[in-house]
């Protein structure tokens, strides 16, 4: 027989989590990573480039590539068509910066490879800091209006069903 601690324990790990808390959370943690930017591009602009702040710039770069291009997925491909049902284009705004904020930070990465194959010029490292900061602007402002806007919204109009339907499939996206 299965241990009663056990089986709570199985029970909260199998659990469907707030589709909404779960995309805070993500929110949380990419505004940590845009802190770890800022930080690292005013060291750029106080010191001159350096190698410590490349590496803090680099480490935020992996985490916005990497899981926050899912997180991004998530909203494009599962929450916002649920909105959507009810008001059409009410996230075309949304979608429209998550496509400058990605094309922003393609121009970043190409800026990043170029330091790393060491072709990095003077006006190439000011394009990066420059995107970069264009980056935690338009960022910053995005996942703050999806905080207090859109995802209340996302409370207000799904019905029971299709928030448990969401919840479903925000899990399963997380796998
Ligand atoms: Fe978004
Ligand atoms: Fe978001």
């Known amino acids: 027989?299965?241990?009663?601690?056990?089986?709570?324990?199985?029970?909260q790990a199998e659990s469907v989590r707030d589709p909404i808390s779960v995309l805070m959370e993500e929110h949380r943690q990419a505004f940590e990573h845009l802190m770890k930017l800022e930080?690292?591009?005013?060291?750029?602009?106080?010191?001159?480039?350096?190698r410590a702040a490349f590496e803090n710039l680099a480490e935020a770069i992996r985490f916005f590539d990497s899981d926050f291009r899912l997180h991004d997925r998530k909203e494009e491909q599962i929450l916002f068509p649920f909105l959507e049902r009810y008001k059409p284009g009410i996230t075309g705004e949304y979608r429209n910066e998550h496509r400058e904020l990605w094309s922003a930070f393609n121009t970043l990465l190409s800026c990043v490879h170029d330091v790393e194959d060491g072709r990095l010029r003077g006006t190439s490292?000011?394009?990066?800091?420059?995107t970069a900061k264009k980056i935690i602007r338009l960022l910053r402002g995005h996942m703050m209006n999806e905080n207090t806007y859109l995802f209340v919204?996302?409370?207000?109009?799904l019905s029971d069903a299709e928030y448990t339907d969401l919840s479903e499939k925000i899990a399963a996206a997380a796998k």
Not at 125 to 130: A, K, V
Not at 153 to 157: D, F, L, R, S, V
């Open 1 to 11: 027989m299965t241990p009663m601690v056990e089986r709570v324990s199985n029970y």
């Open 39 to 50: 930080q690292a591009v005013s060291s750029m602009d106080e010191q001159g480039f350096n």
């Open 125 to 130: 490292r000011h394009e990066l800091t420059e």
């Open 153 to 157: 919204q996302t409370k207000n109009m």
